[in-house]
């Protein structure tokens, strides 16, 4: 059998999606993958310049990694690892609540819009900006200092800056602030994209026998007082399943 010819004027625009990401691949390939590999690579030899002087490349394998365990670093990286969890924790925890709030269409909330928008601002905000506005707000002559010492919460001013744990607390709330909207954006477009016969919980009407579609199967409903019974219906000839809800009386 030939060849089924095309369709003319028919237009094929799958290769147009390549050609949209191949700019991100290249160039994620050209500064970062390359540079990566490259990095590694040289992890394992001493390579070095001394004033004009390039010393090596000379193979030394592990030892270059054994000197810089022998350092501080587990102390940063458990320092970094208790600022992931003080930043991440809220988070994703006040991120799902306002994402299952948002998408829940039972709850009627009014004003989404302009909550969604206030929560992501902060987002668009340079980092920078944001750690010299909590400079100036966690200042030893800062609002907040001055704020605490005038309702008598505190007696002289609280350095926030200079103390271990009040940097933490400020480097967690930053994260916290700059990045939940985005992480909640994200979760609503992920709850959104899941079919909602998958998890809602069906609700039978007041009468006694009804067909509902739940998980994308026909079931009979058989109510009594107090329990609600559901067991597979027969299906009518030339019915797709899981088409759209029904709720017929028997």
Known sequence: MGAKPKKNGSISYAKWGYIFIAPFFLIFALFQL????????????????????????????????????ATDLPKYFGNTLLL????????????????????????????????????????????????????????????VNAALVGMGILKEPFSF???????????????????????????MAAIMGVDPTLYEEPTAPDRPECRITLCGHDMLCKRSESTVELKPAERNAGEIPGQKRRRESE
Request: proline residues 4%; aromatic residues 20%; glycine residues 8%.
């Open 34 to 69: 390359i540079p990566l590999g490259s990095t590694i690579y040289y992890s394992f030899f001493e390579y070095y310049r001394s004033g004009l002087k390039i010393i090596g490349p000379t193979f030394v394998g592990l030892k270059n990694y054994i000197t810089l365990f």
């Open 84 to 143: 992931w969890i003080i930043g991440f924790i809220p988070q994703i925890a006040i991120s799902l609540l306002l994402a299952a709030w948002f998408t829940d269409l039972r709850l009627k909330l009014k004003g989404q819009t302009f909550f969604k928008t206030v929560i992501y601002m902060p987002n668009l905000i340079m980092a920078s900006a944001f750690a010299m506005l909590f400079f100036a707000l966690f200042s030893d002559n800062g609002p």
């Open 161 to 187: 800056l200079n103390s271990v744990w009040g940097n933490r607390g400020l480097i967690g709330l930053m994260n916290f602030l700059m990045w939940f909207g985005n992480t909640t954006i994200m979760l």
